[in-house]
């Protein structure tokens, strides 16, 4: 939609939010709101904060955008009070910012895990398979002690709050240089993907060669679902900043990466929470004496949940960026 026509088309609206909240705030001090006043403010603000997201996406940093964004936070200042303004972001961040950034990506984080799950089963299967490939990965007797020892060793080689603190930060860093390396057009993270895939196969694969399929799946699903999902979510967003690089459309390339940038800031701060969830289950229900089962699936239920969560936030979050 052309600017002048979002502009003429809203700007009613926009009139109209501003003169509710200023009728709000002079209200609040001397009574209560009535239903109706302060159901017309809430619409006029869910409306307009559309709009802003819609600015945000096709305009930029465009005027109109500083003075919608001016207009929603005054509106959710008059509406919610100062004290709750916080609460109000957070909420706002994990039930439209976050899963409206991922699901955004969608496509990206789908090639992000194909990166990293077709290597991972194709090097899986053929050591399986292979025993030329088994010879040039180990020695036999190392196999053997990784299998049969090291692996499950290492989710319990240290106290489980240390240890889940040490994976928290590794999983990070492994999340932001997926996402950094996105900057050299994609190529950095399509390395990282593949690499980090490549590891997967060759332990899975050493697991089955060796007999000790189950094993292996029980100790790698209950937290390797999330965690892997997230490498995904943020190798996808490296994606679709590199390819804003690639094909910036009708903008520059400085132009088209710094949008894509901006609005993948979201992916990489809700993902902290997922890696600490993960981290949590890798540091207390991994190594726990819970039954196999139990363990997968509390795995398999976080999975789950991030997934519902992320898709019906997600698309909800979307739906306010069509033109409205």
Known sequence: MDIDQFIRRNEPAWQRLSEVTRLVRSRRSSRRLS???LN????????VSAHLSYSRTWYGDAPITSRLTGLVGDARAAIYGPGDRVGNALFRFFSHDFPGAVWRARRFVLIAAMLLLIPAIYVGIWMTFSDSALDAAAPSALRESYVQQDFADYYSSQPAAEFSTQVLVNNIQVSFLAYAMGIFAGVGTIV??????????????????????????????????????????????GLQLGWALVSPGDRSRSEAVAHEGRHSVPVVVGLILVFIIAGLIEGFV?????HTSTRVG????????????????????????DPP
């Open 298 to 321: 509390i795995g398999v239920a976080v999975e789950a949940a991030f997934v519902l969560y992320v898709v019906g936030y997600g698309r909800r979050a979307e739906a306010e960026l």
């Open 192 to 237: 990282v993907l593949v690499v980090n895939g490549l590891g997967i196969g060759q332990a899975g694969g050493l697991f089955h060669a060796a007999g000790e399929a189950p094993r292996f799946w029980g100790l790698i699903l209950p937290h390797g679902l999330i965690e892997i999902t997230a490498v995904c979510v943020a190798g996808g967003a």
């Open 35 to 37: 239903g109706t006043e």
């Open 286 to 290: 991994t190594p726990s004496p819970l």
């Open 40 to 47: 017309e403010t809430i619409e006029l603000y869910q409306r």
